[in-house]
């Protein structure tokens, strides 16, 4: 009996070693990864960050009503008097 209680501790001890080495192996990993994430967080917190894109100015709808009938005019849409015709209403003369 005394080599079956022998034989149970060193299995016990083995495994408690494997596992005491599987944990630290473990740890090491995990410092290793949250180590990597840091250098990446610290890299993009030195990257210059991107100005916003200017907030498009309120467009006028007589002014947009006076850019879409001078681009017909120059495409050849609307002739000089239909052009002109046109202004007149959209500025009320």
Do not use: C, Y
């Not at 009938?69 to 500025?91: C, M, P, R, Y």
Request: proline content about 5%; glycine content about 4%; overall charge negative.
């Amino acid at each position: 009996m005394t080599a079956a209680v022998v034989g149970t501790a060193a299995h016990v001890g083995a495994s408690s070693a494997n596992k005491s080495a599987q944990a630290s192996a473990n740890e090491q990993a995990q410092n290793q990864q949250m180590a990597q994430q840091q250098a990446q967080i610290d890299a993009m917190a030195q990257q210059p960050q991107a100005a916003p894109a200017p907030a498009a100015a309120p467009v006028d709808p007589t002014t947009a009503q006076l850019e879409n009938l001078a681009n017909l005019h120059t495409q050849g849409i609307l002739s000089d008097e239909e052009f002109s015709a046109a202004k007149a209403k959209v500025l009320g003369l």
